[in-house]
């Protein structure tokens, strides 16, 4: 029998944490099926601020969101917007308003929340590009095993993961895996090198602080959800554009739907 050195060691190697993280990516193949019979409330918040704190721009959105068989669909509910203008807050309902010819932050704002949290082909709107979590991602990066903790009751293993090629421009960060049902539970990333040199000079452009964080919920038997989704960063412009943004989203009142189309509520559980 081994002692239990030996097995702590054996449970801290590269090969495990690589066998852990093969379990979620087949569970995310199935978690797209399986997320496909909830329908949902998700709540947008985007913040733009100018580099002295205060507010350039900030939109909130609520959508429910209902699953289609290549990725879900979103309807609009409530809207509010408001940006500053010549010392005085202007408040907005009407998404993509333009309050002059060339809106700078209204096309930030805008293009931001549709590319991080609209991703029609995810169940959850989502994008998974940002990640390692499914079989194709996993591949161009390396995970270590960290140790073993306790959310909410349930045992959760700790992940870190790292780019397998060291020049590559990638993620960097850590990933909580439950350990029961092989889900994630919380993903934290950060960019794993600053903008290279290159990309500040010939496209003058500097990107800092960018890093998600991720945690998930669930909701039944096997069935996880984003429950939260956040970043902030900053972003200098050659010409002078010089903002901080923040965006952050909140799914919940996950309702499960039949092929009738009915709605049944279900109460999430953590």
């Known amino acids: 029998m081994l002692s239990a050195p030996v097995l702590l060691l054996l449970l801290q190697s590269p090969e495990a944490a690589g066998s852990i993280m093969a379990k979620v990516a087949a569970n995310q193949d199935k978690a797209q ?19 002295n704190n205060k507010l350039a721009r900030e939109e909130k ?15 609009l509910v409530k809207f509010a917007g408001k940006y500053e ?13 333009k309050h002059k010819d060339t809106d700078i932050d209204g096309d930030v704002i805008e293009d931001l929340t549709d590319d ?26 390396t995970f270590e095993l960290e140790g073993t903790k306790e959310i909410k009751g349930r045992k959760v293993y700790r992940i870190s993961f790292k780019p397998a090629d060291k020049e590559d421009f990638g993620w960097t960060g850590e990933v909580l895996v439950d350990a029961e049902e092989y889900q994630p539970v919380n993903v934290f990333t950060k960019m794993s090198r600053g903008v290279p040199w290159g990309v500040k000079v010939f496209l003058g452009t500097d990107v800092k602080q960018l890093g998600f964080n991720l945690t998930y919920t669930r909701v039944a038997e096997g069935i996880w959800f984003p429950a939260t989704y956040g970043t902030e960063f900053r972003i200098d412009v050659l010409w002078g554009y010089k903002r901080v943004i923040t965006l952050a989203m909140t799914n919940s009142d996950f309702r499960r739907a039949d092929v009738e189309s009915t709605i049944e509520y279900k109460s999430s559980q953590n």
């Open 85 to 97: 203008h010549k010392g005085k807050i202007v408040e907005y309902d009407d998404p993509g308003h």
């Open 116 to 141: 991080f949290v609209n991703d029609k082909q995810s169940k959850d709107g989502v994008t998974m590009d940002l990640f390692p979590l499914t079989r194709d991602k996993q591949a161009d990066y």
């Open 33 to 51: 099926s399986a997320r496909s019979r909830f329908v949902y409330k998700q709540e947008v918040y985007t913040r733009i601020l100018r580099t």
């Open 61 to 75: 959105r609520e959508y429910t969101v209902t699953p289609t068989p290549d990725g879900t669909r979103k309807e």
